[in-house]
């Protein structure tokens, strides 16, 4: 493959870990594997209220957890003090590192910029977070793994506003994004936006080769040291890493013109951030904010992604768009989108201006401060009512092209804000499925089935001769619910395979236009003509949304 000339060729860069050491990252790797500093590992010696508070970014009960388990058993000792390193930010004697990294030891991890000395003293403080990640054999279709990941420390492991040019760890976002990506064997994938590598970790569990690119070179530099460190796990030749990644510097889709990919995944910088005159790339915080007013990033990319797609293939993101006040959520979003490109957008969130504001400038520690807290809470306000923004959203996107061309099939823009099952990513890609089955097969001469997780609920007013309520729930996936006419209700409860759907509507279809015959107006009330059409296209959602599946296939 032709070497990009946005393919980063630098194996270190200042304030990052070096990953040009590959005999030091043997052994460090071995000597984590050898602790059992796993997430199974970590949550064995912290307990569960302690790593549950630790998720939340609150350290006080896993110092105090790390303390209990040594006092117990000593033999706990060594994988306490890399936890309160790495995880809780706290410095350790040199002597307590070599003892628990004896392949790496203190001098490798000066080396490798893991840690640093404390200033007039004996001891050594964590340089960069790392921490170890994994997932289930059943998560993603694709194998289980144990890693480890490095990252610029977090807020509440350091003190200050976060530096420019920070590297984001495993956040909320690069899980979301992770657990909603459709997982399917391609050739050629990218990850757009990589930070630290996390979403090019699964990619490379079912690629064949995955490009990763960024606009920071230090996220870069952190991303081929994870690979690296992990090149065991990830089926990744340390000596040929080109045959399985390609590192690219540059902005958005600019390091990758004129290439196709099967499936690209991006966590983008989509923090709507207020723009200020003369301000340049130093002044804005590198991980979130792309540099364009508004929603425009998140605009751009919904508009060009399909350009670098393969036919059929698909792209998967997450973002923020901008509510104007009187309009829908989904207005912009549906400007968006080129003609010819299959579209699903799931709102999950939507909050107000001031909402967004605190959550952001919280993010990087801006509230520290409360003068400069003030000013840039009132530069989000101002920049939000100049545009008459009322809400901004925050949502899941899938964009596919379709591999023959035409019209798009599938244009869907809805707003789930409930919880629901996790990882979605099978689930949604089953969804895709059903609505490519649909769009090939004839419905009428369908046999269906009612889906294994789906239940039925009736509600009536006592004493009332029938319900006034029906309702369908699915129990797994997105967990919809469906408010059901009777007689779609009554097709529903046909449906054992036995019939096809032309059938099931043929017959309700003379059941109900006799019943209205009978009462002496069913030229008035029953239209014949429209019935099963109208019944058939209501079937169909159902397909479409899981509540039915075809015979045959799983339910």
Request: aromatic share 6%.
């Amino acid at each position: 493959m032709p070497r990009s000339p946005h393919e980063s060729t630098a194996v270190n860069t200042p304030d990052a870990p070096r990953s040009d050491l590959p005999g030091l990252l043997a052994a460090l790797a071995a000597d984590l594997r050898r602790l059992d500093y796993t997430l199974d590992g970590v949550a064995r010696l912290l307990g569960p209220t302690a790593s549950a508070a630790l998720n939340r970014d609150q350290i006080i009960p896993a110092l105090l957890a790390a303390e209990r388990a040594v006092r117990q058993d000593n033999q706990a000792a060594p994988l306490a003090a890399v936890v309160r390193l790495w995880l809780l930010a706290e410095p350790q004697e040199r002597e307590t590192l070599d003892a628990a990294l004896p392949g790496t030891g203190v001098e490798g991890l000066l080396e490798l910029g893991l840690v640093q000395p404390v200033p007039g003293s004996g001891l050594l403080t964590a340089k960069a977070d790392l921490r170890p990640y994994g997932w289930d054999r059943n998560d993603d279709g694709s194998g289980g793994a144990e890693l480890w990941v490095a990252s610029d420390l977090a807020a509440h492991q350091q003190a200050g506003v976060l530096r420019h040019d920070h590297v984001l760890g495993i956040g909320q976002a690069s899980t979301t994004l992770v657990q909603t990506t459709i997982r399917r064997h391609t050739e050629r994938a990218l990850d757009l936006g990589t930070g630290c590598g996390i979403q090019a970790f699964h990619l490379l569990h079912h690629c064949q080769h995955v490009t990763a690119t960024d606009i920071s070179e230090r996220a870069l530099a952190y991303a081929r040291f994870n690979i690296l460190l992990n090149a065991e796990a990830l089926s990744v030749d340390p000596d040929r890493l080109e045959d399985r990644v390609s590192l690219r510097l540059g902005s958005l889709l600019e390091p990758v013109t004129g290439e196709e990919f099967g499936l690209v995944v991006s966590n983008p910088p989509f923090v709507i951030t207020p723009r200020s005159s003369g301000e340049d790339a130093a002044d804005q915080f590198t991980y979130r904010d792309g540099g364009l007013p508004g929603d425009d990033i998140v605009a751009s990319l919904v508009a060009d992604l399909p350009g670098i797609l393969a036919p059929g293939g698909s792209a998967q993101m997450l973002g923020n768009w901008e509510v104007p006040a009187g309009s829908g959520w989904d207005e912009r979003p549906k400007s968006w989108v080129r003609a010819g490109t299959d579209a699903w957008f799931i709102q999950r969130e939507q909050v107000s201006p001031e909402q967004y504001a605190e959550t952001w400038l919280q993010d990087a520690s801006e509230s520290r401060d409360r003068q400069h807290y003030r000013d840039a809470y009132a530069a989000y306000l101002d920049d939000f009512a100049s545009r008459d923004v009322a809400g901004i959203g925050f949502g899941m996107v899938w964009l596919r092209r379709p591999a023959h061309g035409g019209p798009a099939a599938i244009s869907r823009f809805e707003e789930i804000s409930y919880p629901i099952e996790q990882p979605i990513g099978p689930h949604l890609g089953a969804a895709v499925e059903r609505s490519d089955w649909l769009a090939a097969h004839d419905l009428a001469g369908t046999h269906l089935l009612v889906a294994d997780d789906v239940t039925e609920e009736r509600h009536q007013r006592p004493g009332a001769e029938h319900p006034g309520v029906i309702l369908l729930r699915q129990g797994a996936g997105l967990r919809r619910t469906n408010l059901m006419s009777t007689e779609l209700a009554g097709f529903v409860s046909a449906c054992d395979g036995d019939l096809t759907a032309g059938q099931i509507a043929g017959a309700l279809e003379a059941l109900l236009g006799g019943a209205l015959d009978a009462g002496g107006d069913g030229e008035e009330g029953f239209d014949a003509g429209s019935f099963q059409g109208a019944l058939l296209a209501d079937v169909a959602n159902l397909v479409r949304d899981g509540f039915l599946v075809p015979a045959g296939s799983p339910a």
